[in-house]
């Protein structure tokens, strides 16, 4: 009901905005066509932009410029018209042209560069690049500049600064990092990259600080049920790391060593470099990093709060245009890390009271055949990716000799996918997207000491389409994914709604309904295991767990003010409510002594709803100056009382763990002159309930932890040292006022999963890096 009322509301609307034709004021003489002729150019360089849109306001009429940036439109009768001109990365502007009777007029049109800070360009809102202010639905956008005024080195460290996001960790001994959207935990949402849905369970236990900021060139954090465009566990939303792609001729060297509250050191090298020919036919962008932690113990029990860790990554993202039309697009991508938590750390694992250790090996890649039509209006791709995961492991306590694993997991995905505009399709100009995606996991994990082992095989198949209608002051959005997963025997269908109001460029209002689904199969958090008490904590998967679906709805208004040319502040209000149905949750069921192993279970809750408001603030001088504020205040329940721990005398929850109803974060950079920058930034974590564990304590019991205020400063100074080369010096702290845990568990008993708030204590850094501009 609710669907058929919201689609006659959009055709009501449409309806109303085709009879509008308010910007066009006609001659009396109306039998003689003329037309207009024009050039699309930047502003700055003056060079043509192909594609660009070129609309005539009030009328169902349209084109796009050609590879020289020319276009024409005919058969006009004699009246003044304004034209609404836009392209990806540009601000849309309006010029208003008189047409003659029998006669051609030239316009000549120059687009300024958006302001990327406040309006982006975004590909996940409806998989086609868009202007952020144009998207049909909310895109939050994190840059390589935030990730410099962080001092960010991995996916972690960078994605607290949006609103609605926390990360943490959950594991004292090796470190596994989750994020969690709207307060939902990790596996609620779907990681990508470039699009693509090859992040695999296994990929996700530490994949977030696997994943360093150099071969990233920004992230784009979409809120809410996305399932209709990315397929399964996008129901929290999805996490869109776009890589860096070769613009020019550049290179960069960095390198940044940490303190660690005095007792543990981090340090990291970086190397980024791109080459693209004259012709720019033909561009290759590279990157290399290494890293180092030695482990952290803050409490000084001689066990440790933050493991060890040693990674290398190296990738590469090439193109080629074998013309202006067609494009080939490779990217390859490794990393090999080494982590380990626990204590004797100089012996073998298994000659430590606890050890939590693994030894990744991690190869992805990637082929996209890019083809675009003469006149722009047609787009369409194939795609395939591929992901291997080698790993080897060790979980276990006091001096297991059989708690060694092994596991190895392939990701394989195909696709195609089509986008075409029409000046017209059924009552509005349109883009019609859609596509088929196949996804495959092959997933092998064994502990052989114990003979445990699990083999877990998916395939989903799906197929998706979506249709935007736009006019001057609404655009409409309703589309779906049909998917077929080989765990779940009826087909999914994943629905899409969205309504953009936007009285002016600079106010838009946005209300969207997205559905998501999670498969019962085992995730990220199941291939990781805490030692608790001096056992492995294992989950297993209930005996007929049913898949947990999603419906999101959220609601929006998105302003802009220009206070002048160089001034632009931006207010986006949000509020979001998803509803959960067959909710996974888990639950102690088992202690085997003599396996050292506790067995938690997933199972299906009765359901659960998640609602809350957010709000950003974001204001910037030129490029130069920024300040970001962003708040959430949520409400995150269980339909009844879940029971967590296998002691009947403990109590349940309505109240999902591990998520404060408030959080938010800052961040400020100023430059009071060119070569010197200022960078605060911090997040506050409120107060939440959390698990604790018998085993260093007497009996297991909820816990309430405190607020938390996590600031960090910096500041920074760049020398020219060579005509376009330059070098930038920086020193900074973080968790300035050292807001950490201060109650954790100690000894060979504690429960490891008794961690809560920032992810490290007071650091102090240097850090150098020498580049060309």
Known sequence: M????????????????????????????????????????????????????ILVKGMQKGTTSDLDGNFILRNLQPATYILKVSFVGYETIEKEVVVSAGKTTHAHIELKTANTLLNPVVVSANRNEINRKEAPTIVNVLSDKAFEASNAHDLSQALPFQTGVRVEYNCQNCGFPQVRINGLEGPYTQLLIDSRAVMSSLAGVYGLEQIPVNMIDRIEVVKGGSSALFGSNAIAGTINIITKEPVSNTFSISTNLESLNGSATSSNINANAAFIRKDKRFGASFYQTFRKRTPFDYDKDGF??????????????????????????????????????GNAFEQPAHQADICEMTNHKIHTASLTHDYITLNGLNHYSVYSSVQYIDRNSYYGSYKD????????????????????????????????????EFNANTLNDKVLGYNISMHQSTQTGGIFLQSEWTSSHFNFLIGGRLDKHNLINDLIFSPRMNILYKPSDNMQFRASYGAGYRPPQAFDEDLHVTQVG??????????????????????????????????????????????????????????????????????????????????????????????????????????????????????????????????????????????????????????????????????????????????????????????????????????????????????????????????QPRTLFIAAKIYSI
């Not at 034709?21 to 930047?42: L, M, Q, W, Y």
């Not at 999902?656 to 109803?661: A, E, F, G, N, S």
Request: hydrophobic share 35%.
């Open 304 to 341: 440790s709060e933050l493991g060890m860790l040693d990674a290398r990554s190296f990738g590469t993202k090439t193109f080629f245009k074998m013309n202006n039309l067609n494009k080939l697009t490779l990217e390859y991508h490794t990393t090999e890390e080494e982590r380990r938590g």
């Open 401 to 436: 000799p059989n708690a060694y694993g092994k596991s190895d997991d392939l990701t394989l995905l195909f696709g195609v996918q089509g986008s075409n505009k029409f000046a017209k399709l059924l009552f509005l100009p349109a883009t019609l997207t859609y596509g088929a």
């Open 534 to 759: 001096g056992l492995s904590l294992r989950t297993h998967l209930a005996q007929g767990l049913r898949p947990e679906y999603s419906h999101s709805l959220n609601l929006s208004a998105d302003l802009y003010h220009s206070f002048s040319r160089n001034i632009e502040a931006n207010l986006l209000l949000e509020g979001f409510y998803t509803e959960l149905q067959d909710v996974f949750a888990l639950r102690v069921i088992d202690y085997d002594t003599i396996n050292s192993t506790m067995v938690q279970e997933r199972y299906n809750a009765s359901g659960a709803r998640v609602a809350g408001i957010s709000l950003t603030a974001k204001i910037a001088y030129k490029t130069f100056n920024t300040l970001s504020i962003g708040y959430t205040h949520q409400n995150n329940r269980y339909r009844k009382t879940e029971f967590w721990s296998s002691d009947e005398t403990v109590q349940g929850t309505d109240k999902m763990l591990r998520t404060p109803d408030n959080y938010g974060f800052i961040s400020l950079n100023y430059q009071p002159v060119t070569p010197l920058e200022l960078n605060i930034t911090g997040t506050y974590t409120g107060s939440m309930t959390v698990p604790h564990y018998a085993g260093y304590i007497a009996s297991d019991c909820l816990e309430q932890t405190p607020d938390f205020y996590d600031i960090n400063l910096s500041t920074s100074y760049t020398f020219n040292i060579y005509r376009d080369i330059s070098l930038k010096l920086t020193l900074g702290i973080k968790n300035m006022f050292n807001a950490f845990q201060q109650d954790f568990d100690k000894g060979i008993d504690r429960d490891a999963g008794y961690i809560y708030g920032p992810m």
């Open 2 to 53: 609710i669907r058929k009322t919201l689609l006659l509301l959009i055709m009501a609307v449409c309806a109303n905005s085709v009879t509008a034709s308010g910007n066009i004021k006609r001659d009396k003489t109306e039998n003689n066509p003329a037309s207009i002729e024009g050039h699309v150019f930047d502003e700055q360089t003056k060079e043509p932009i192909a594609f660009a849109n």
